[in-house]
């Protein structure tokens, strides 16, 4: 009835080594790692900068200053979200894109608090891009050392892994098992619970009493019980037996819930539900979002009315046609509305067949191919995003034709306008853009999109909005 197993080689609770340190000390020591490299990376910088430059050192006390300040607010936003635990670390939560991201918006903190504080004539701004220059190879290398020092800690029996207990019937405990070893470093079956078929009350009562006294004995953290005996007087039994012990109770998700990782409890008054998902953005996210896009689409259509007005001459004097090209789009939550672009064809298809634009294409137009290469003829565009119909950056818009034909051939294509669709997009970023002549194309569209909407942040958009600048792949396939 009752057993302690190995995981994946592990030795058996109780033969870790003495040495072993929690997994609080660990997320501890790896804080402190960070925001030490990167003061190091600050002052090592600043002495090279300052030697290459004026010939002296500078003022190493205002390296390790401001350096300080990255490292914790880079550190912070991390250790805030319980990113350093062991956990999130092993299940990949800080990928290098997200270090990358919030490296840069790291400095754009910086920059507020030095301006704030009108201090920034104090530092030199040459420093401090070769700060953030060499901070970006560094704050990828470090996520990559905490994660392997981890796995290899771990291996060693340095890192404690979390004593697990499975409660359940034969069947349910193996698959468990197979699903709990396929990734989860951070913990390891130290024992399991068989509950007897067709227990009565008396046995059941007896089962728990044996399982929850097996669980103190043994020192277990975490008590994981099968989704097949989730009958609510069963579980009001097995959660009144383990609660007398400093542990964690889960309840094993099978079925639908194995399809969403940040499934959670929610209420709604002294209603109780599981949230399955929740809204793209948050009312204050979408408010900050729409406001960065109503600010910064006006000032562009006001600095750049000169070339928008010689781009409108150009295409007037080029081709035969109207200057602007408008085309029926879907928006956010499927909503149409009128695009706006440069003409850059010889035809304005706007129907149920709308044949996409392919290489060495015939209809573009000789001005239109060079608006088209470097993205020109979008820019008309934020007359769209400063009347809420698009952002500044989200899933590119299709035609209504191409979203009626991709949604019946592709999952989850809809869901890609759950946010506003944008003038750029993480999909356009990667060089995923232009024609889709197989499903598959969109399909990496999509997924690049999706990804988007589950990572938003304001710093992820400046992020696509400085690849859409200065990246050779977002101007990959634009013809």
Known sequence: MFG??????????????KFAVSSTAFAATAFVFELSSIIAIAVVT??????????EPGVVEQYVRIGGMAGLVYALTFLVRDEYSVVR???????????????SATFVVLAAI?????????????????????GLPLVIALNAAVQHSLMALIHR?????????????????????????????????AARAVIPANADGAETAEFLHNAAANARALGIEDVVISSSLSRTEFLDQAIAAFQLLPVAIHVGASGLLVRFKDAEVARFGRATTLSLTRHPLGPFEALFKRAIDVV????????????????????????????FFRQRRRGYNLVEFDIWKFRTMSTLDNGDVIQQATENDARVTRFGALLRKYSLDELPQLIN?????????????????????FEKRIAMYPRRLNMKPGITGWAQVNGFRGATEVDEKMQRRVE??????????????AYIVLLTIFSRKASQNAY
């Open 114 to 134: 030095g301006f704030l504080t009108k201090s920034t004539a104090i530092f030199s701004r040459g420093w401090l891009l070769s700060f953030y220059t060499a």
């Open 296 to 323: 910064t689409s006006g000032l562009a259509l006001v600095l750049l009315s000169p070339l928008l007005a010689i781009l409108a001459a150009l295409v007037k004097l080029d081709s035969p046609g109207p200057v």
């Open 89 to 103: 670390l092993l299940e990949g939560h800080r990928d290098n894109m997200r270090a990358v991201v919030v490296w």
């Open 448 to 461: 690049h999109d999706l990804y988007y909407i589950d990572n938003w942040s304001v710093a992820f958009d």
């Open 385 to 405: 995003v400063f009347f809420g119909e698009m952002s500044l950056v989200g899933p590119r818009p299709h035609a209504v034709a191409h979203d009626e034909f």
């Open 157 to 189: 029996n340095i890192v404690r892994r979390r004593r697990l207990m499975i409660v359940g019937c034969e069947d349910e405990i193996a698959r468990l098992t197979r699903e709990i070893s396929d990734g989860a470093a951070s913990v390891y079956v």
């Open 4 to 17: 302690s197993v190995g995981h994946d080689g592990a030795p058996k609770a109780g033969r870790a080594s």
């Open 46 to 55: 600043g002495i090279a900068y300052h030697a290459i430059f004026y010939s």
